[in-house]
C-alpha cells in the first residue's frame, strides 16, 4: 500500500508542479504566490505519500522541473522564436548542484505533510471492517 501510495503521489504532483512551472514561467507573478502553490502540492504530495512523504516530495520536485522545462521551452519559442531552452523555472535552476537547497526544503515540506498524512489516510491494515 505505501508504495501504491508514493507512485500516486509521485505522479500526481509531478504533473501539477510541472504544469504550474510551465504555464507561470513567461507571466509576472509576485514571489509568495509563485512558491506558496508548489509548497501547497508538495504538502499535499506528502499527505498523499504518508509515511515516504519525505521521499515523495524531491522525487516529484525533480520530475517536474524536468517536464515543466520540457512544456515550457516550445511554449516561449512559440511566443518569441528567439529565446533559449528554459533553464531555471520560477528561479529554481535546473541544474543538479543549485538543486540541492530546493530538494531539502521540498523534503521537510512533503515530511510534514507525511506526518499529517499517515494521520488522516489509513493504510490498508486499519481500515474499519478488517
Known amino acids: 500500500m505505501t508504495a501504491a501510495r508514493l507512485v500516486a503521489s509521485v505522479v500526481a504532483a509531478t504533473m501539477a508542479l510541472a504544469f504550474w512551472w510551465a504555464l507561470t514561467e513567461p507571466l509576472p507573478f509576485a514571489p509568495a504566490v509563485l512558491y506558496a502553490v508548489p509548497a501547497l502540492i508538495l504538502f499535499i504530495a506528502g499527505i498523499t505519500a504518508g509515511r515516504v512523504g519525505a521521499l515523495a516530495a524531491p522525487i516529484a520536485l525533480v520530475f517536474s522541473l524536468l517536464l515543466g522545462s520540457i512544456i ?6 512559440a511566443l518569441n522564436p528567439s529565446s533559449r531552452p528554459v533553464s531555471t523555472l520560477g528561479r529554481i535552476p535546473i541544474d543538479p548542484a ?15 505533510g507525511g506526518v499529517l498524512g499517515e494521520r488522516m489516510l489509513p493504510t490498508r491494515r486499519e481500515w474499519p471492517g478488517r
Open 98 to 112: 543549485a538543486l540541492l537547497v530546493p530538494l531539502l526544503v521540498s523534503t521537510a515540506i512533503g515530511g510534514a
Open 72 to 77: 515550457a521551452t516550445p511554449l516561449h519559442q
